[in-house]
């Protein structure tokens, strides 16, 4: 499950613009917080070039070198273009209680981060992970 949104060459490291590129939520923790016993909700939102180029970050796969000289800057894939990190109340992002799955809890998390960023120009990816 992910997100198409442009990342414009202002907003990345590469300054390079990124059409549709491939957004997604990671990381998603509960705990507690302060002294109120609050339980609250962390999670990222990073963009990558493709949803190959996350997967690729995601299991290290080695960036391999050219043929005949030198080699990439890093020894493993590492894609990320962007990341926001999200902290809110489990109560304000899952009102009826925390669902028991990663695939339950990211189907209201993603509709929750598009509400609250404003995020309109979008096309949703729905897709086995």
Known sequence: MG????LSKEHNSLYHDFTDAYWAIAKVSFGSQGGDGSVMTSFEFAAFPSRKSKKATETFQEAASLPTFGGPIHGTVDSCLYRWVGM?????????????????????LYPFVKRYLDLVEVVDVLEDE
């Open 3 to 6: 997100l198409l949104m442009d």
């Open 88 to 108: 809110f109340r489990a109560s304000d992002i899952f009102p009826d209680g925390i669902p028991t799955t990663a695939v339950q809890q990211l189907a209201i």
